[in-house]
C-alpha cells in the first residue's frame, strides 16, 4: 500500500486541504500503476515559518504542476526460462499469445536462441528426441525484409515428425500452415565454420520430398525475428516421402514443385527459392550453428525451408506436393 506523506500551513481551508490530498493520491497512483483507493496521504499541519519563503499550497485555482517524470519502468519479469515455459505452455494449451518483444525488449538473436535451447531441453527432458534441424527464412527475399543474410536454425524432434497417410490431427495445433521441402538425410557430420555449399551437399545422404507444418504460438502469426527464433521457427510437425535419392543425380536448383489444395494449383516453385540451391542454404546453417558451439551430425534430418510460402490448413483439406523427381506427398486433415 502506497504511503505519502505531505506537509501544510497550519489553519488552511479545510477544502484547500481536501482537494490538495486528492490531487496527491491521483498523481501517485498514476506514477505507481497503483489503484487510487490503496493510496494512503498522511497530512501534517506545520507552522508558517516552518516552510520556505514563496512555499504556497495548490488549490483548484491554481495552474496544475507538470506531469510527473515516467516511473523508472519495473525490472522485467522475463527471462531465458520464463519466455521458454511461456511458449511451451502456449504450445501445450494449443493458445497463441502475444509477441515477447512487445514486453521484453532485451530479447534479441542470441537470446533467442537461448529460449530456443531451453525448449528443446524440456522437451527432451520429457521423453522427446531431437532428430534433426531445420532452416527458416531461406527466401533471399524474406532475408532482406528481416535484415538477415543466413537462414535461421531450428530443431526437429521425433515426436514431430507425422506418419504418412496419416490426416493432420487439428486438435494438436493453434493455426497451421504447411509448406513443401527438399529434405536431406545426412551421412556424415557437418561442422563449420567455413562450409561451402559442395562440402554441405557432399555430407547428404538421401535427399526426399517433404511438407512441413509450422504453427507460430504468437497471435497471427506476427513476430520479430528474435520472437520466432526463440519458438523454435515455428516448428510443429513434419511429413517426408517415400522416395529417396542420391542427391548427386539430381539438380536441386531445378526441382520443380506444385502444391495443390483440394486438387486446385496453389503454388509452384523450384529448389532455387531455397537460398538459391538447397546446399547453399544448408553450408549457412552450418556456419551459423558453428558460431553457437553446434553442428549437424550423421543421420540428422535436414528440413532445408520452404519452397513456396506457407498455406493455411483447414479441416477437411487435401494438400499435394508434386516434386519433378521426388515423387508426390499429400497430407489430409
Given at each position: 500500500m502506497p504511503i505519502v506523506q505531505i506537509s501544510i500551513?497550519?489553519?488552511?481551508?479545510?477544502?484547500?486541504?481536501?482537494?490538495?490530498?486528492?490531487?496527491?493520491?491521483?498523481?501517485?497512483?498514476?506514477?505507481?500503476?497503483?489503484?487510487?483507493?490503496?493510496v494512503r496521504v498522511m497530512v501534517n499541519e506545520m507552522e508558517p515559518d516552518f516552510f520556505a519563503v514563496g512555499t504556497t499550497l495548490k488549490s483548484e485555482t491554481q495552474t496544475p504542476d507538470a506531469a510527473p517524470a515516467a516511473p523508472t519502468p519495473p525490472t522485467t519479469r522475463w527471462t531465458i526460462d520464463s519466455a521458454a515455459r511461456h511458449l511451451l505452455d502456449a504450445e501445450a494449451d494449443r493458445r497463441d499469445v502475444t509477441r515477447i518483444t512487445d514486453e521484453w525488449s532485451e530479447l534479441d538473436i542470441p537470446t533467442g536462441y537461448l529460449v530456443q535451447e531451453a525448449i528443446i531441453r524440456d522437451k527432451v527432458a520429457n521423453g522427446d528426441t531431437v532428430v534433426g534441424v531445420?532452416?527458416?527464412?531461406?527466401?533471399r527475399a524474406k532475408q532482406k525484409r528481416m535484415g538477415i543474410d543466413s537462414p535461421l536454425t531450428a530443431v526437429v524432434t521425433q515426436r514431430m515428425h507425422l506418419p504418412a497417410g496419416v490426416p493432420v490431427d487439428m486438435s494438436r495445433f493453434i493455426h497451421?500452415?504447411?509448406?513443401?521441402?527438399?529434405?536431406?538425410?545426412?551421412?556424415?557430420d557437418l561442422r563449420g565454420p567455413g562450409?561451402?555449399?559442395?562440402?554441405?551437399?557432399?555430407?547428404?545422404?538421401?535427399?526426399?520430398?517433404?511438407?512441413?507444418?509450422i504453427d507460430s504460438r504468437y497471435k497471427d502469426f506476427s513476430f520479430a525475428l528474435p520472437d520466432?527464433?526463440?519458438?523454435n521457427a515455428s516448428s510443429a510437425g513434419f511429413y517426408i516421402g517415400d522416395i529417396a535419392h542420391d542427391p548427386a543425380d539430381l539438380d536441386l536448383a531445378l526441382e520443380a514443385c506444385i502444391v495443390r489444395i483440394n486438387g486446385e494449383v496453389v503454388d509452384t516453385a523450384t529448389g532455387?527459392?531455397?537460398?538459391?540451391?538447397?546446399?547453399?542454404?544448408?553450408?549457412?546453417?552450418?556456419?551459423?550453428?558453428?558460431?553457437?558451439?553446434?553442428?549437424?551430425?550423421?543421420?540428422?534430418?535436414?528440413?532445408?525451408?520452404?519452397?513456396?510460402?506457407?498455406?493455411f490448413v483447414n479441416a477437411g483439406d487435401e494438400i499435394s506436393a508434386q516434386f519433378t523427381n521426388l515423387g508426390s506427398i499429400v497430407v489430409t486433415a
Amino acid at each position: 500500500m502506497p504511503i505519502v506523506q505531505i506537509s501544510i500551513v497550519k489553519g488552511r481551508d479545510r477544502g484547500a486541504i481536501t482537494t490538495c490530498i486528492k490531487e496527491v493520491a491521483q498523481t501517485v497512483a498514476r506514477t505507481l500503476g497503483a489503484p487510487l483507493a490503496s493510496v494512503r496521504v498522511m497530512v501534517n499541519e506545520m507552522e508558517p515559518d516552518f516552510f520556505a519563503v514563496g512555499t504556497t499550497l495548490k488549490s483548484e485555482t491554481q495552474t496544475p504542476d507538470a506531469a510527473p517524470a515516467a516511473p523508472t519502468p519495473p525490472t522485467t519479469r522475463w527471462t531465458i526460462d520464463s519466455a521458454a515455459r511461456h511458449l511451451l505452455d502456449a504450445e501445450a494449451d494449443r493458445r497463441d499469445v502475444t509477441r515477447i518483444t512487445d514486453e521484453w525488449s532485451e530479447l534479441d538473436i542470441p537470446t533467442g536462441y537461448l529460449v530456443q535451447e531451453a525448449i528443446i531441453r524440456d522437451k527432451v527432458a520429457n521423453g522427446d528426441t531431437v532428430v534433426g534441424v531445420k532452416l527458416g527464412l531461406t527466401s533471399r527475399a524474406k532475408q532482406k525484409r528481416m535484415g538477415i543474410d543466413s537462414p535461421l536454425t531450428a530443431v526437429v524432434t521425433q515426436r514431430m515428425h507425422l506418419p504418412a497417410g496419416v490426416p493432420v490431427d487439428m486438435s494438436r495445433f493453434i493455426h497451421p500452415r504447411i509448406e513443401p521441402e527438399i529434405v536431406f538425410t545426412m551421412k556424415h557430420d557437418l561442422r563449420g565454420p567455413g562450409v561451402t555449399a559442395d562440402a554441405a551437399m557432399a555430407a547428404v545422404g538421401e535427399v526426399r520430398a517433404g511438407f512441413e507444418l509450422i504453427d507460430s504460438r504468437y497471435k497471427d502469426f506476427s513476430f520479430a525475428l528474435p520472437d520466432v527464433i526463440a519458438d523454435n521457427a515455428s516448428s510443429a510437425g513434419f511429413y517426408i516421402g517415400d522416395i529417396a535419392h542420391d542427391p548427386a543425380d539430381l539438380d536441386l536448383a531445378l526441382e520443380a514443385c506444385i502444391v495443390r489444395i483440394n486438387g486446385e494449383v496453389v503454388d509452384t516453385a523450384t529448389g532455387a527459392a531455397v537460398q538459391g540451391h538447397p546446399g547453399e542454404a544448408l553450408a549457412l546453417a552450418a556456419n551459423s550453428l558453428a558460431a553457437r558451439g553446434q553442428y549437424i551430425k550423421a543421420g540428422d534430418t535436414v528440413l532445408t525451408g520452404g519452397m513456396t510460402d506457407a498455406v493455411f490448413v483447414n479441416a477437411g483439406d487435401e494438400i499435394s506436393a508434386q516434386f519433378t523427381n521426388l515423387g508426390s506427398i499429400v497430407v489430409t486433415a
